[in-house]
């Protein structure tokens, strides 16, 4: 039992991250306070015994995030606050070190990254199904989208995205893989999140695909497939297309969307230094021009927007290379609920959220573990 308390501390503040709704203020709830003690802890642990501390060889994500964070991020979020660029915004510098620091725990305790993932999913759900069933008015966005607790369904969807991919991973049995997977996409169904929607298109699809097309030809077929279907879908499926059309339009900053798009890469492009290191923290879309403090709701646009191509490369090497390990470990299921978790974060901003790290830090732990397992089994 007392094995099973850090693993269940660290869950349960995870999960209540969630519930921006029930924070103490607009940025720190129970979750965020409950992190940042386990960071307290783990890093006192290291210092304790320094046999401990993660080597940048066992763990690159953590420790490399973090060196991303200090090094490029931090000097450049201090260097334009010089110069009141406008948008700026020191409150995301530490959610983006709480994001890091939280992985940096998770490696000091690896050996529980299976049950922490479990007990994660666990009580979420709880939680979420507490709100459905319970909860009061403010968990519903315009009285009809399900946030279950969040403060807008593309928050809810992010969790739920991120817990199915960690169902695919850790939950075996069936019978309860089924039912984890009924109840994650019934309440991304309640939530009406078009990022959500375009998740489960994508995911099935990879998924189909993947199943179908031999292994040696499916990088070049895959994406031609699965644009060919996507323009088949527009001119055929009118009913389908005019349906998504409207999600678009009811999510959040739907009908200025593509203007936020559009304003978050003049950001991006203002000078040769944001092209490379961007702005630093901060949000620097807007409706009317660049740097307003609007985010774009897309993570390549806002992250080249806070830390350029380097930010760029920090965020995408890492999910992206886990799916094509997952792919060459022949586990189809996995790999398409990661490239479905890739294509989530085109509709919304990612990087400030610490259950993506955690989700990102779980499947790469479980790749490395199934290397280990590869040779041994082959032996």
Sequence with gaps: MTNLIPSLLIATAISLVLQTNYRLSPELGVGEIGLALIIVYAIARCFATPARTPSLREHPLPLLSLLHLLAIVLPVTALNALYDTYGIAFRDLLAYLLCALT?????????????????????????????YLFGDVSVWYATTRFTGGARNPNQLALYLVCLILITAIHVTRPLLRTLCFSLLVFFGLASQSDAFLAYLALTVGVLLLSLIVPSRFFMLVAPATLMLALLLGLWFLTDIASSLGRQWSLADQGGSRLTLYINGLQAWLDNPLTFVLGNGAGNFSGLHGPFQGWEAHNTPIDILTVGGLLGLLAIYFFPVKCAIDVYRLDQRLVFACTAGLIGFTFFHFVARHPIFWVTLFVLYQHIKEQREVAPACAV
Excluded: Y
């Excluded at 998770?106 to 709100?131: C, D, F, G, K, N």
């Design 103 to 131: 992985i940096f725990a998770l490696a000091t305790q690896a050996e529980r990254t299976r049950q922490i993932a479990l007990l994660t999913l666990v009580i979420t759900l709880a939680l979420v199904s507490l709100q």
